[in-house]
C-alpha cells in the first residue's frame, strides 16, 4: 500500500539522485545499493623541502576560467625513521598552504609564485602562511564563490584555523590572499571548517568538528538529536558523549555567523566522525553531501598487530600515544536536504583497502573537498567525476594524494537482480516534455517505467505494458514510451513514478 502525502513535492526539471530515500516510496524486490570510488593512479607526492608527511587539509575546485587548482598542507610530523624531522613533535618552521593546479584534472604542476620564503628559498608554490592570521596555514580551506553580486576581489573565499580562532580570507584569483577582517570570524572550537555559498537556501554554511561534552560544558545549545550510542568510544566517566562530531554555522556575509548547532543523523551517528568534507553537489546543489572521516580505535589487539606496518605502529605508540598505532580512519557517504539533518550510511564508503603499507594508519583515507569531473581513460566512453584521497599519512617519507574515480551521479543506485524488483516514488509535480535517467543494466537487464496518479492509477499511454524494455548504460537515457505519448501532458500534474528493474542500477533522474 503506497504511503499518504498530504502535498506532492515539486521537483521541476532538477536532478534528483537516490543518495538518500527521500525519493522513494516504496521498494519491492530492489534495493538502495552504495558503489565505491576506483582508486587510480598516484596524483601528487608531496616530496617537496616544505611539504612532508602531514598535509591533511586539501580543496579541488574547477574555476570558470576551466583551470583546475589544488590546495593543501605542507607539514611534517617527527619519527625516528624519517631522517631530518624532529622526533616527537612538529616542525613548525614547515606548515604552509600550498598551490598546484591542473588542465584536465589529473596531471599537476606546482607553478613557481615567489609570494613567501619556504625552506630557504621563493622558489614554491606557497599561498598562505602564517603572515595572514596564526595557524591558518595549517587548516585552511577554500571555494569559488558563486553568490550573485559577489565583489570580483573576493571571487574566491577561504576559511581557515585552528585553537578555536577561524579567520575569513579573500582572493581575486586564488593565489593572492588577504583577511577579511583583523579578528576572527568563528570561534571556540577545533579542526578543520569546510564553508561554501549554498545556492539552494542563499546562505554560506561552514561545518566543522567539535566534542560534544565539551560543546555541552561550554553551553552550546540546539546540541541536536542525542547519538545513538553503539559503543564505547568517546565516551567519558560520567556517561556523557565527547565523541568527535560535526557542528554547522551559516551566515549571510561571511563574517558574522550564526551559533553552531551539531548535525543529526538518520539512523544515527556511526562511530566518531573526525572531519566532515561537507559540499553541495556541483550537479544538484539542493542536495548537501559529506564524505566524514569515520575514526575506530580498538585498542591494542591480535589484529592490530596483523594490520600493515607493525613496526612503524609500535614506533609511533612510543614517540606519540597509543592511538597513533592503534586508530585508523576511513570515509563514509551522508547526505543532507537542510544542511541540518543528514541521512548516513554505516558501511564504509573508502575503505583502506588490500594494500601492504600506508593506508592503515590514522588519517589515511582523508577525503579531499571538492568534486571534478575528468576524461575517462576508455575511448568514447563520457567523463567521469575524481576524488582526491590522502594516504600516507604521519608515515616515514612524504604522504601521497590518489585520485580515484566514480561514475558521474554514481554514488548510490536503485538495484534489482535479474528476477526482478520495483520502485514505486512519492507524488511529485514536474516540468519538462520527457524523462531522462542515468542508468545500467546487463546484456539481459531491462528498466521499465509506468507513470501513475497520486492515487497510483495507471496514466492513459503510461502504463508499464506501454513502456519500451529499456537496455544499456547511460548518463542520460530519454525514457521511451510505445506510441510516443506527449510526456508534457502530465508536467504540473500530481505523478508517482513506478520502475520495474532487472539486473538494472538506476542512478539518477531528471525531467527536461
Known sequence: MAAEYSEPDDIGSRLELFVDDWLIDRLSGAERRLHHPVPQEVAMVFDRPWEGNWTEGSTVLRADDGLFRLYYRGGRQGTEAFQGYPAGKVDTRLKYTCYAESHDGITWTRPSLGLFEAAGTLDNNVVVTAEHARRVETNFTCFVDTRPGVAPAERFKGIGGMSGKVFALVSPDGIHWRKLTDEPVIEGYDSMHFAFWDAARGEYRSYARHRRKAAYQAGMDELGDVPVKTDDQGMTEDGLDNGRDIVTSTSKDFIHWTRPRFLSYAPGRVNELYENVVQPYYRAPHLILGFPMRYMDRGWTAATDALPQLEHRRARAAQF???EATAVTDAMLMCSRDGNHFSMWPESFIRPGLRLKDNWTYWDNFVVWGMIE??????????EISMFVQEAMLQAGPSR???????????????APLSGG????????????????NYSTSAAGSVQLELQDAQGVPLPGFALDDSEM?????LEQPMLWKNSPDLGQWAGTPVRLRFVLKDADLFSLRFR
Open 401 to 415: 594524494l590518489r585520485r580515484h574515480t566514480l561514475r558521474v551521479d554514481g554514488f548510490v543506485s536503485v538495484n
Open 470 to 474: 529499456m537496455y544499456g548504460d547511460s
Open 374 to 383: 575528468t576524461a575517462s581513460p576508455i575511448t568514447g566512453a563520457p567523463d
Open 321 to 323: 600515544e597509543p592511538r
Open 422 to 437: 520495483e520502485m514505486l516514488t512519492r507524488p511529485l509535480v514536474f516540468s519538462g516534455s520527457e524523462l531522462v535517467m
